[in-house]
């Protein structure tokens, strides 16, 4: 988990991308971390799993849960 963190501002913009987000099997939501990195996040409705691909190193950590997207330090961009 990232010891800093978002606005609950941007949390919540953040929350509301990724849902409506989660609705369309193709959208995409360009992301970007606590700790200066950028991404793109993806969701399935039907697992309730969201994954980010990392631009800079490639990775690609799946979270069980919006809060733990949140809580490892991505937002919407």
Not at 25 to 54: E, L
Request: aromatic letters at 8%; a neutral charge; zero cysteines.
């Amino acid at each position: 988990m990232a010891s800093k963190r978002w606005s609950d501002v941007l949390s919540k913009q953040t929350r509301d991308a990724l849902r409506e987000a989660s609705r369309s099997p193709f959208a995409i939501v360009p992301m970007k971390h606590i700790g200066g990195r950028f991404g793109i996040a993806s969701s399935s409705a039907a697992s309730d799993r969201y994954i980010v691909v990392d631009r800079s190193t490639g990775d690609v950590p799946a979270f069980e849960s919006m809060n733990d997207l949140i809580g490892d330090g991505w937002a919407v961009d």
